[in-house]
């Protein structure tokens, strides 16, 4: 009889998980899923090293485990601390959690650009996410943003440091997808940057993955550079014969026009297997490619709305809104007659005389005077 | 006149040298030691209730016992002599003036943890100070206290100096570690601890200057004696140093049996506030600790004398209390502003901030800019409520303790302060003239002209 590994049960938001012994307390909660999963911005499993930096996945340890019941007096980052048995973790039921998260956000995006309507990673940005889960909507911050110049690293990859929420994913990546690191952080504080020693081009056949690791659009793909908005483009499942990479990968259609390919990514927005430069950014004929059929993009992102997002296979489309956002409900981000001044509830249209014009609403008379 | 332990031959000339630090009875720890079981020293230790002196105040002893002696496996013992808290000295002292305390003080800590290799990682800012202590290495190994099989013992130990590159994040333990195996000086994540992943993933201690030197008199002494001096959990003697506003700035030894009071304003010691001023302020521990106004720095919330050590420096929590820190003593005499002052120290935290975490790298950079608006009257009303969420949302919320560290001073001032901030913001012209002033926080001490 094999030996029976003794699993630890742990209790995040009251729904006990048993998971292996070593088991982070972010990857036990990502095997219940749905909304008790801290969210990660530098934490990548397929990264060794990575998380503990970004402080979104804080969570509250209410017992540490059944033969030590006493709390965790700080916050602790639920992707580098491990689970043990008889832990309670509490992390949406948890006030302070939440506080502490709002806070991260907030510190996140005093310094971001905020330019999603001309990024490139809007849709599939992790930041866009978190700010619409965790976010506030206005800012408390009046001061200028820390800018960068943008860098040309080489033909295929372009930094926008401006954007760059430094999660260190892309120097892990270097580090043990590259035989040899050309990139990494300079300075400290909040004027660290990521750059090349003296401006130097990042070539290497698997470099091409930073810009799949990349939270933010800091780093983004030469070749696919405004070239569309990726809820435009449809992810197909495509492979090719590559002696390099597994050739395994997402193609972006638009028509029949493959417009950038990525490495395929699993429900938590990670890569599942590492591509090669040549597969990235080279092979862009659809003739190229042998296609399998619709991906399917499980996370609740902007992507799958509109197309594609049942399992590959289906062609019918799926409806209802937790059918399409993986079983969560949408949430209303404002109610728009609240917050709206041109419509306000209070307001009897049809008690204002003749064709309405905008000065009616600000009590300006003079403007609808002028009819 | 308190004992002095650390201090006690300081003034004596050439004491920097091996022959005279010898003739005044040095490396006697080292002899005595040898002839003991690395066990029995570590007891010793635990037995004298030393504290670390760096700032945290942690047993030494029991940090000593935590440190895993897995087969095989080579031990560190690393002194942090990383002394970059604004305000503190002392260990700048200990070094530049009597060296071989702290190399005595090193080959009994390695003796008592195993540890063969040692390394002393300095600030690079202190660029002339290596030298001496390479130089008191060399005096050491030439007399035989150092290198292969110490006095037969079969102990063998060698020391290295390694310089930092100057920033303040290497003082943490774990960013201190990176630094020393050549990497970027960025916290550790912990656990795990140093104590069984360190250098090189090796178990290793870090401990500061002055809690190393201090091992030597708890030898010398034994660790119920030395357990004596002092009063309750703080033992022993402890450096300070003082500046600021005061008539004699300087290095202090004092044995934690001594009022404020007496401190600031004894001849012994500090001499009184400068320029015949009122005490207005002062931070009792380094920096990073919070400030305390005069009437709660002499005495505590409940009105009873506060005296210089551990306990009763950090009564009343951090609501009407502060730290003992790291000694570092800044005084503020009556013509300091608190928020100028606040403002110097966010811009010092801004800048030492090494980057990696959210919360530190972006809330530090912000709270400079406010109180930095706040100082020079473009402050508004509600920014002290910002600031005083920003410092919230970043405490704790941190990989090390750089981010409380950032976050007490400011919210400290704004505790003790706020109607000096108001103030500021109220008068936004006539605070880039002139200085608040005293206000109900006062010392009423009568000034003696």
């Known amino acids: ?371 | 006149m308190g004992r002095k332990l650390l201090l006690e031959h300081a003034g004596a000339e050439g004491i920097r040298y091996y022959d005279v630090y010898r003739k005044k009875g040095g490396y006697a720890s080292v002899e005595k030691a040898l002839k003991m079981t690395p066990e029995a020293i570590v007891e010793e230790v635990k037995k004298s209730g030393l504290r670390g002196r760096g700032g945290a105040g942690f047993p030494t002893g029991l940090k000593w016992s935590f440190i895993a002696k897995p087969e095989g496996v080579p031990r560190h013992l690393v002194c942090n002599a990383d002394e970059s808290e604004p305000g503190t000295f002392k260990d700048r002292y200990l070094m530049e003036f009597i060296p071989h305390l702290l190399i005595e003080g090193l080959i009994v800590s390695s003796f008592a943890l195993g540890s063969n290799t040692t390394y002393i990682y300095i600030r690079g800012e202190y660029a002339w100070i290596p030298d001496i202590l390479e130089q008191a290495i060399a005096e050491a190994k030439a007399n035989g206290w150092l290198g292969k099989n110490i006095l037969g013992s079969g102990f063998d130990c060698e020391i290295y100096v390694q310089r930092g590159a100057g920033a303040y994040i290497c003082g943490e333990e774990t960013a201190l570690i990176e630094s020393l195996e050549g990497k970027r000086g960025n916290p550790r994540i912990k656990p795990p601890f140093p104590a069984i992943k360190g250098v090189w993933d090796r178990p290793t201690v870090v401990n500061n200057v002055e809690t190393l030197a201090a091992i030597v008199p708890v030898i010398n002494l034994g660790g119920e004696e030395y357990a004596k001096i002092g009063v309750g959990r703080s033992t022993g003697t402890k450096l300070i140093s003082a500046c600021g506003n005061i008539n004699k700035p300087g290095v202090y030894e004092i044995d934690m049996t001594i009022s404020v009071e007496e401190f600031i304003f004894s001849d012994e010691y500090c001499g009184g506030i400068a320029n015949s001023k009122k005490l207005k302020a002062c931070i009792p521990g380094g920096s990073s600790v919070p400030i305390l106004p005069a009437n709660l720095l002499l005495k505590t919330a409940k009105g009873e004398t506060r005296y210089m050590n551990y306990e009763s420096l950090s009564d009343g929590g951090f609501a009407t209390g502060s730290m003992m820190g790291s000694g570092g003593f800044v005084v503020l005499d009556e013509d300091q502003c608190v928020v100028k002052h606040t403002y110097t120290l966010a811009r010092f935290y801004r800048h030492e901030s090494c980057g990696q975490c959210s919360p530190c790298r972006e809330g530090t950079g912000w709270m400079e800019k406010i109180l930095k608006n706040i100082d020079t009257g473009k402050g508004k009303m509600s920014d002290i409520d910002l600031l005083w969420d920003i410092q919230r949302k970043i405490e704790g919320n941190t990989i090390c303790p750089l981010g409380d560290a950032a976050a007490w001073p400011v919210a400290a001032a704004i505790r003790h302060f706020r109607d000096e901030f108001e103030w500021h913001v109220r008068n936004p012209e006539e605070c880039l003239r002139r200085n608040y002033g005293l206000a109900h926080y006062a010392d009423e001490r009568e000034v003696v002209a």
Not at chain 1, 89 to 116: Q, W, Y
Not at chain 1, 139 to 158: C, S, V
């Open chain 1, 1 to 371: 009889m094999a030996e029976e590994k003794k699993l630890f049960k742990v209790t995040i938001d009251n729904i006990t998980v048993e998971v292996e012994p070593g088991t982070t307390i972010l990857n036990a909660a990502r095997q219940i899923g749905g909304e008790v999963t801290p969210p990660a911005m530098c934490y990548y499993s397929k990264l060794k090293g990575s998380g503990g930096k970004c402080r979104t996945c804080l969570v509250e340890v209410a017992a540490g485990s059944t033969a030590d019941p006493r709390p965790m007096p700080k916050l602790v980052a639920s992707c580098r601390t491990t689970v043990m048995d008889g832990m309670i973790v509490k992390n949406i039921t948890s006030e302070r959690v939440m506080d502490a998260r709002k806070g991260v956000v907030e510190f996140l995006l005093i310094n971001h650009p905020l330019d999603c309507p001309i990024c490139d990673q809007a849709g599939e940005c992790h930041l866009q996410d978190l700010s619409y889960e965790h976010g506030t909507e206005g800012t408390r911050f009046e001061f200028q943003k820390r800018i960068f110049k943008k860098h040309d690293l080489g033909p295929y990859i372009q930094l926008h440091m401006t954007r760059c929420i430094l999660c260190y994913r892309c120097v892990y990546v270097a580090d043990q997808l590259t035989n040899k690191r050309v990139h990494g952080i300079l300075d400290r504080g909040d004027h660290a940057e990521i750059a090349t020693y003296i401006e130097k081009a990042l070539d290497n056949d698997f470099i091409g993955n930073v810009i799949d690791v990349c939270p933010v659009g800091a780093l983004t793909d030469r070749t696919f550079r405004f070239k569309n908005r990726v809820w435009f483009t449809k992810p197909v499942n495509a492979h090719r014969n590559c002696d390099k990479c597994c050739g395994k990968v997402h193609a972006w259609l638009r028509g029949d026009e493959i417009l950038r390919v990525t490495a395929r990514k699993d429900q938590w927005g990670e890569v599942e297997d590492w591509i090669c430069n040549e597969c990235r950014f080279e092979k862009k004929n659809i003739r190229d490619w042998e296609i399998e059929g619709p991906a399917e993009i499980n996370r609740h992102s902007v992507i799958s709305q509109g197309h594609y997002a049942g399992k590959t296979g289906t062609t019918m489309p799926t409806e209802t809104f937790p059918n399409i956002m993986n079983g969560r409900q949408p949430k209303l981000l404002m109610d728009i007659h609240s917050v709206s001044e041109v419509n306000p509830p209070g307001l009897d249209l049809a008690a204002i005389p003749g064709p309405a014009h905008s000065g009616d609403f600000e009590g300006k008379k003079e403007i609808s005077d002028k009819h």
